[in-house]
């Protein structure tokens, strides 16, 4: 019998389900499997501004991309069981977007080549 290790990483994208169509829209969702805490990202400077229900925690970052450009990005707190501990995991899941990011600019890289 074959074990299967069902651990998760600490922090995953959400995707919609394809049959039911683009339920987001392109929007990007990611939870933090620790503290159960789904966030939504938002990038700044492609959205003419955003207006959130009184009482949603948002946390905003920066990320230099491979252009040498200031990307300005927001998490919005859909919901986390861990409210105490959002400044943590908003540096956390920061950190983790970042590297993502750095990614998606290295496959540019590699296109253009």
Not at 22 to 35: A, D, P
Not at 57 to 66: P, V
Request: glycine content about 4%; some cysteine.
């Amino acid at each position: 019998m074959e074990f299967i290790d069902f651990k998760l990483p600490e922090i995953v994208f959400l995707e919609p389900s394809e049959h039911l169509g683009n339920e987001l829209k392109g929007r990007t969702v990611i939870q933090h499997n620790v503290s159960h805490t789904v966030l939504e990202v938002v990038a700044l400077d492609e959205v003419d501004g955003v207006n959130f229900n009184t009482g949603i925690k948002t946390y905003e970052f920066e990320f230099l991309n491979i252009y040498g450009l200031v990307e300005n990005h927001l998490f919005a707190v859909h919901f986390t069981l861990e409210e105490d501990k959002l400044p943590e995991i908003f540096i956390q899941c920061s950190e983790w977007y970042r590297e993502y990011l750095r990614w998606e600019d290295r496959n540019i890289i590699e296109d253009e080549e």
